[in-house]
């Protein structure tokens, strides 16, 4: 953090009160994903918010603020690698598409995103439990992540045509080596850890396109195309199902089980109740 304390919350959706900006006038739907919300400047947890205009993208019509904040920066984020997979040029003709950390945020819309455009999905879990649960949200077939998270080969049998990886590590690294000739990867997180313990063979040997992600800095034209796209290629049905909505107050015990890996889905802060 650039200063402390600072208002946590890297999302916020709300109307406009005011606005200095001609794109802009009182009433309209808007919301903020990213630019160092909660970390250079102060975030989401609160009743009101000043942000430079740039910062500011109209909710698409399709949704609520509610629904704005359930996708938030993960679901933004999940749009932003169905995007690169697609400029990759993978199709669901060319074969299935893996999810890893397939509860989280990213990962549950990733699931119900690439389910809905016609791929075939495997999600990548450790909570067995969850497989209800994603295949409600599409997902074909459940894959252990104890498969992917232990050093591996460096090229090995070809099981998916791309990938959505929010793990990082050793996890990404076996997804890299498992992709089919000319798959694309995309890699969005690093739960797992930052280090990438992996080969170029998937690279040189498989035509693999690994491309990298960031939600936080992106360009305006990438943000509205991405949101462009939610609007119309997320089942509200999907959405609602991922959703837990809680108060401010609830956020610290929510923290703590994000910490311990009880948290599925999306949660949204309710910061007016």
């Known amino acids: 953090m650039a200063s402390y304390p600072m208002i946590g919350g890297i999302d916020l959706a709300g109307s406009v009160e005011a606005s200095d900006s001609l794109n802009f006038k009182p009433g309209d739907k808007v919301l903020v994903n990213g630019y160092g919300l909660s970390q250079t400047h102060n975030g989401g947890y609160a009743e009101k918010a000043r942000v430079p205009a ?8 399709t949704f609520s603020t509610r629904d704005a904040m359930a996708i938030g920066t993960a679901g933004y984020t999940a749009m932003l690698c169905v995007l690169a997979l697609e400029h990759g040029g993978l199709v669901p003709e060319k074969g299935d598409v893996l999810v890893t950390g397939a509860n989280g945020g990213v990962g549950s819309i990733s699931v119900a995103i690439l389910s809905g455009l016609g791929y075939t999905v495997l999600a990548s879990t450790g909570r067995a439990s969850e497989a209800a649960y994603l295949k409600s949200l599409g997902a074909t077939d459940i894959v252990d992540r104890e498969t992917l998270s232990e050093p591996g080969r460096p090229i090995g049998s070809e099981k998916w045509a791309g990938a959505v990886d929010s ?5 990404l690294a076996n997804v890299l080596a498992q992709t089919k000739y000319e798959g694309v990867v995309a890699a969005c997180g690093l739960a797992q850890g930052l280090d990438l313990p992996g080969s170029v063979a998937p690279f040189i040997l498989s035509n693999v396109t690994l491309a990298g992600i960031d939600s936080v800095n992106a360009g305006r034209e990438k943000r509205l195309m991405a949101w462009k796209r939610l609007a119309t290629d997320l089942d509200p049905g999907k959405l609602e ?3 837990n909505e809680i108060t401010l107050g609830e956020v610290p015990d929510l923290a703590n089980a994000i910490l311990e890996g009880k948290v599925r889905g999306r949660t949204v802060v309710n910061v007016q109740a």
């Not at 793990?167 to 996890?171: A, K, L």
Request: aromatic share 6%; net charge negative; glycine share 6%.
């Open 54 to 61: 740039d910062w500011v993208i109209p909710i698409p019509e």
């Open 167 to 171: 793990v990082g590590s050793h996890t």
């Open 241 to 243: 199902s991922t959703i």
